[in-house]
C-alpha cells in the first residue's frame, strides 16, 4: 500500500509534479476568475447583441466609419509609438550599459512609470499648453504664435513615448547587457567600426528581444485610454478604439458592443504580436554569448 | 583598413602603464617584440597581463607611454586600426553566425571578394581540422572545436601580431595538451609573431620564446624559458615558477659559492646577485634529494603519490616546510635526510 504510494508520487516527480507544483493553484485560479472568464464572457456577450442576429454588432461596426475608423485612428498613435520608443531605447540601452552609475539613470528613466498616465497627462497639460512653460519660452524666443502640442495627435504621442519608453528602455537594457560584450571587442579586432559591428553582430542578436519589446510596447499603446482623453481631442483625431468601446459601455449601456469592440481590439493586437512574434522566429534566437564547451 | 602590415620588423612598447582610478593596474612596461617571436605574459592571476594584452590590443588605452609598430605610432588608434588579431578567453564567437561565417567576419570587413573570402575560410579551416564542422553553429561545437574557430578567425586576416588572452583556460586538462600542441603547430606553420597572456607556467614554458614575468603589474624579469626554470631573477619569480622552498637565511662565503644555513644544515648555494649576511634561499622540490648522508634532517608531514614519485612536505626541528619529491616511497613519521646541489641552491638579497 506504502510502496504504491510512493512509487506513484515518485512518477508525479519524473513529470516535474510535486508539492511545489500546488502553489500554482491560487495563480492560475486568479488566471480563471479575473481574465479568462470575463473575456469568455464578454466573447458569448458580444454574440448576443441587443437586436438583430449573433453577428450584428460586428456587421455593425465594420458598416459605421465612426466606428471602424477608430482601428486606424488607433493605429496610427500606436505604430509610431513604439517604434519610437524601441528606437530610442536601442541605442540610451547601448550606452547606459557602459555607464558606471547604471542604477541613478534607470532610476530616473523609471520614475515617469511611478507617476502614473493622469499625473503625466496633468504635467503635460500644464507644461506643454499654450500659457505653459515651453509656449512662453518659445514666443520669448521670438515664434509668433503658441505650438499647440496639447488636445490633438501630439499631445497623445507625447505622453505615450513619456510613459512607454522607460518600459521598453528597461527590458531592451536588460536584451543588451544579455550580450556578451567581448563579441563586440572581437568584431573591433577583426576591423569593425562601430556601426558594422552594430549591424552585424548586436542587431542580430538583439532581434528576437526586440520583437518581444515591439509586441509588449504596442499592446501598451494600442490600449491607450486616458491620455487620449486628457491630452487629445477624444472627439476627433484622438477618438481611439477603447473610447468607442467605453461609450458604448457607459454611455450607451450597449454591453454587447462594448464587448465586440472589446473582441475586435484584441484581434488586432493578436495579429500584430503573432506577425511580430513569427517574424522572430526566422531570425537567431539561441543565447547571445556562447560558453564554455 | 588595417594599417599594420605583416611585414614589420619589431612591436615596441615603451613604458606602458595603465591605471584604473587610484590603482595602477600596469606599470611601466617596456619590451621589444620581433617579427615571428612568441612572447609569453606570465603571471599569477590579478597580475595585470590581461591589461596589458588589451592595451596593446586597444581594446583599453594606456595612460601612459608608447606603442609602436616599427615607426607608427599605435596607441592611439582604435582596435579596429591595429589590424591584430585575437583568440579571447572565452572564444567570444558570435553566436548567431555559422563557424564558416565567423572565420570570414574579418575579410568580409575588409571587403574582399567573395571567392577570395571562401577560399581562405578553406585553409583556416583545414588548418585547424575542423572542415565538417563549417556549417554548424558555435553553440553546436565543444569547447576544443570553438577553440579551434577562435584560432583560425584571428589568423585568417593574416594578422602581424596575434593576441591570445588565456586560451586554453577553459579546458580540461587532456585538451589542454592537445590544443597546446595545436597553437605550437600553427604558430611554426605561419611563423606569426603571437603575445599569449597565461598564469599557467608550464604552458608558457613549452609555448614560448621568451616569457615576461608580470608580478603586481611590473615586469619581474624576461628571458628564455630556459632562464626562468633554472635562473629566477628574484624571489617572487623563483616563487612563481615553482621554487617552492624559500627560506629566510644568512650566508658567509665558501668556496664554490655562499654558505647558508637551512634548517640547521649548511648548504653550498649559488648567489644569483650580490648578496650580504641576510639572503633568503630558493630551492625546486624536483632539486632536494634524499639520501642517506644529506645534512637536513626533517621529519615527513605529508605524502602525495604522484605516479612517478612523490611528493612530500617535511618539517624540522624549528617547525620549517620543506617540500621535495622523492622516488622512494616516504611515510608520514618517518626521517628523512636531504641534500640539494649546490647549482640548484638559489640564494637571493633578502
Known amino acids: 500500500m506504502s510502496a504504491a504510494r510512493l512509487s506513484l508520487r515518485r512518477r508525479l516527480r519524473e513529470h516535474g509534479l510535486d508539492a511545489v507544483t500546488l502553489l500554482v493553484i491560487p495563480g492560475v485560479l486568479f488566471v480563471l476568475a479575473l481574465f479568462i472568464y470575463p473575456f469568455l464572457y464578454g466573447l458569448v456577450l458580444s454574440f448576443h447583441p441587443k437586436e438583430g442576429d449573433a453577428l450584428a454588432n460586428y456587421r455593425r461596426f465594420f458598416s459605421d466609419p465612426f466606428l471602424y475608423d477608430t482601428i486606424y485612428i488607433t493605429l496610427q498613435i500606436a505604430v509610431p509609438v513604439t517604434l519610437l520608443n524601441v528606437v530610442l531605447s536601442v541605442p540610451v540601452a547601448l550606452r547606459v550599459r557602459l555607464m558606471k552609475h547604471q542604477r541613478l539613470l534607470t532610476t530616473i528613466l523609471v520614475i515617469p512609470i511611478t507617476l502614473g498616465t493622469v499625473m503625466v497627462a496633468e504635467g503635460l497639460l500644464t507644461y506643454l499648453g499654450p500659457r505653459g512653460w515651453l509656449n512662453r519660452s518659445l514666443l520669448e524666443i521670438g515664434l509668433s504664435e503658441p505650438v499647440r502640442l496639447t488636445h490633438n495627435y501630439w499631445g497623445v504621442m507625447l505622453s505615450l513615448v513619456i510613459s512607454g519608453f522607460p518600459f521598453t528602455f528597461l527590458l531592451t537594457l536588460s536584451y543588451v547587457t544579455g550580450i556578451d560584450p567581448a563579441l563586440e571587442q572581437a568584431g573591433a579586432m577583426l576591423g569593425a567600426r562601430a556601426r558594422e559591428r552594430f549591424r552585424r553582430i548586436l542587431l542580430p542578436l538583439l532581434a528576437p528581444g526586440l520583437a518581444i519589446t515591439l509586441a509588449l510596447a504596442f499592446v501598451q499603446a494600442f490600449t491607450v485610454f486616458p491620455s487620449a482623453i486628457l491630452l487629445g481631442a477624444p472627439a476627433g483625431p484622438t477618438r481611439v478604439i477603447s473610447i468607442v468601446a467605453y461609450q458604448a459601455a457607459f454611455e450607451q449601456y450597449d454591453y454587447p458592443l462594448a464587448s465586440a469592440i472589446a473582441m475586435l481590439m484584441a484581434g488586432v493586437q493578436v495579429v500584430i504580436i503573432a506577425a511580430l512574434l513569427g517574424a522572430r522566429t526566422l531570425v537567431f534566437r539561441g543565447p547571445a554569448s556562447t560558453g564554455k564547451g | ?350
Open chain 2, 1 to 350: 583598413m588595417a594599417i599594420a602590415s605583416r611585414d614589420f620588423r619589431e612591436l615596441r612598447l615603451e613604458g606602458i602603464s595603465r591605471d584604473f582610478g587610484q590603482v595602477r593596474a600596469l606599470r611601466d612596461v617596456t619590451l621589444t617584440i620581433e617579427r615571428g617571436e612568441f612572447v609569453a605574459l606570465l603571471g599569477p592571476s590579478g597580475c595585470g597581463k590581461s591589461t596589458a594584452l588589451n592595451c596593446i590590443a586597444g581594446l583599453l588605452q594606456v595612460t601612459h607611454g608608447a606603442i609602436w609598430l616599427d615607426g607608427q605610432r599605435l596607441d592611439e588608434t582604435g582596435p579596429e586600426e591595429r589590424g591584430f588579431g585575437m583568440v579571447f578567453q572565452n572564444y567570444a564567437l558570435f553566436p548567431h553566425m555559422t563557424v564558416r561565417r565567423n572565420i570570414g567576419f574579418g575579410l568580409a570587413t575588409q571587403r574582399r571578394p567573395r571567392a577570395e573570402i571562401a577560399r581562405r575560410v578553406d585553409e583556416a579551416l583545414a588548418l585547424v581540422q575542423l572542415e565538417e564542422h563549417a556549417h554548424k553553429l558555435p553553440g553546436q561545437l565543444s569547447g576544443g572545436q570553438q577553440q579551434r574557430v577562435a584560432i583560425a578567425r584571428a589568423i585568417v586576416v593574416e594578422p602581424p601580431l596575434v593576441l591570445m588572452d588565456e586560451p586554453l583556460s577553459n579546458l580540461d586538462a587532456k585538451l589542454r595538451l592537445e590544443m597546446r600542441a595545436e597553437v605550437r603547430r600553427i604558430h611554426t606553420m605561419l611563423g606569426c609573431s603571437t603575445i599569449y597572456v597565461t598564469h599557467d607556467q608550464e604552458e608558457a614554458l613549452s609555448l614560448a620564446d621568451r616569457i615576461l614575468v608580470l608580478i603586481d603589474g611590473q615586469m619581474r624579469q624576461i628571458g628564455t624559458p630556459e632562464e626562468l626554470y633554472t635562473r629566477p631573477a628574484n624571489p617572487d619569480v623563483a616563487e612563481f615558477m615553482g621554487y617552492r622552498n624559500l627560506v629566510d637565511s644568512r650566508a658567509e662565503p665558501a668556496d664554490g659559492g655562499v654558505a647558508v644555513s637551512v634548517c640547521g644544515a649548511r648548504l653550498i648555494g649559488t648567489p644569483m646577485q650580490a648578496v650580504g649576511t641576510q639572503v633568503v634561499v630558493a630551492i625546486r622540490p624536483d632539486d632536494m634529494r634524499v639520501t642517506g648522508d644529506g645534512p637536513i634532517a626533517a621529519t615527513v608531514e605529508i605524502a602525495e603519490y604522484h605516479g612517478r614519485d612523490f611528493y612530500a612536505v617535511a618539517r624540522d626541528a624549528d617547525g620549517t616546510n620543506l617540500y621535495f619529491r622523492s622516488e622512494q616511497r616516504v611515510r608520514p613519521g618517518e626521517t628523512v635526510r636531504l641534500a640539494a646541489a649546490p647549482a640548484r641552491v638559489l640564494v637571493y638579497a633578502a
